[in-house]
């Protein structure tokens, strides 16, 4: 063997014996990555924070920037949609409204006999 096949040998059975190792396993491979369910619901129900967010984590957590990028155009959307059913709503039912009290002033001062 050459050296540099026995420090590949060498490497490898050394990793090998680190694997079997109950530490190793705990503290490396058994890394869950945080969860972001704060921010994606911040940046849903506030987009202007998820945007804000965005700027500011972009360099170092290129990943939950990523998130509140996402959830904030989410959040947008969905501010979007709702503001539209409410202003259709609320013209509807203003405008029925109107029309009911615009029609009993108009037959009761005028009554028809």
């Known amino acids: 063997m050459t050296d540099k096949n026995k420090k590949v040998y ?11 190792c109950g530490f190793f396993n705990s503290m490396f491979t058994s890394y869950k990555p945080k969860r972001n369910t704060g921010y ?5 129900i506030v987009p202007v924070i998820g945007l804000v967010l965005y700027f500011s984590k972009r360099k170092n957590e ?31 039912i203003i405008n029925r409204a109107v029309d009911e009290a ?6 009761s001062a005028h009554p028809r006999f």
């Open 102 to 107: 615009l029609s009993a002033f108009l037959y």
């Open 62 to 92: 290129h990943k939950t920037a990523l998130l509140c990028a996402k959830y904030a155009l989410v959040g947008l959307i969905f501010n979007i949609v709702l503001y539209a059913v409410m202003l259709l709503a609320s013209d509807f």
């Open 40 to 44: 994606a619901l911040l940046c849903v």
């Open 10 to 20: 060498h490497k490898q059975n050394q990793d090998s014996q680190h694997h079997k």
